[in-house]
Every structure is written in structure tokens, then in C-alpha cells.
């Protein structure tokens, strides 16, 4: 809806959906290394460079968390499909903590 002067209405009440980055096309899965020779740690980033920490370095997630990650708005959000249906699906299947895993079978 547009107000008088043509612009996008803000008032209360005008509520958009939340953004989850986890149904974002840029959302990525990434290995971090840990100390202990093969193992590895599961982070995300956001491959349109949208996360940032203050001092302006990228910022990555713990993967266990990223079904929290959401904005209100964002230029380069590309959906994947239906959020809340894949968000609900999503919390089931994370871990509930930090995991260490291994690339050896
Ligand atoms: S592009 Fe935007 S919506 Fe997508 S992962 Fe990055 S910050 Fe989240």
C-alpha cells in the first residue's frame, strides 16, 4: 500500500514477514577447521557479504543457530521456497549444540 505521496506505507499495524537467511539462496554451509587435525566445525555465511562484524570483518554462524538468523529486510534476499514450511523442517533436523565432526569415515 502506498501513502499520499506515493511512497511504501510504514504505519503500525503494516507488518511484513520475517526474513530467514536460512531460506536465502546466499545462506552458505561452510567447514571450519578445528585445532584437532581432521575434524571440522559446520558454520554459515552469507554469501552476499551482509554479515558483518563491527570492526567490518565477515561474520559466520554457528550452524546449529542459523534457524535463528532473520532480518526485517534485506537487497539481496533470494528465496528458496516456502519459509515457515522449510524453517519448521529445519529445526527439526539441526543439532541442538556445536558439533564437532570428522572427514574420516
Ligand atoms: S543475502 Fe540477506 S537474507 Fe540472504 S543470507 Fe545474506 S543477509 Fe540473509
Do not use: H
Amino acid at each position: 500500500m502506498a501513502n499520499s505521496q506515493g511512497a511504501p506505507s510504514t504505519s503500525a499495524g503494516t507488518r511484513k514477514e520475517k526474513i530467514y537467511c536460512a531460506n536465502c539462496i546466499n545462506c552458505k554451509l561452510v567447514r571450519s577447521a578445528s585445532d584437532e587435525g581432521d575434524q571440522y566445525y559446520l558454520r554459515v555465511r552469507c554469501a552476499a557479504g551482509k554479515w558483518r562484524k563491527k570492526l567490518g570483518g565477515e561474520k559466520v554462524y554457528k550452524y546449529f543457530t542459523v534457524a535463528r538468523r532473520n532480518i526485517d529486510e534485506c537487497d539481496t534476499y533470494e528465496p528458496m521456497g516456502d519459509a515457515r514450511e522449510f524453517i519448521r523442517e529445519l529445526k527439526k533436523s539441526l543439532p541442538i549444540k556445536d558439533e564437532v565432526y570428522s572427514s574420516q569415515p
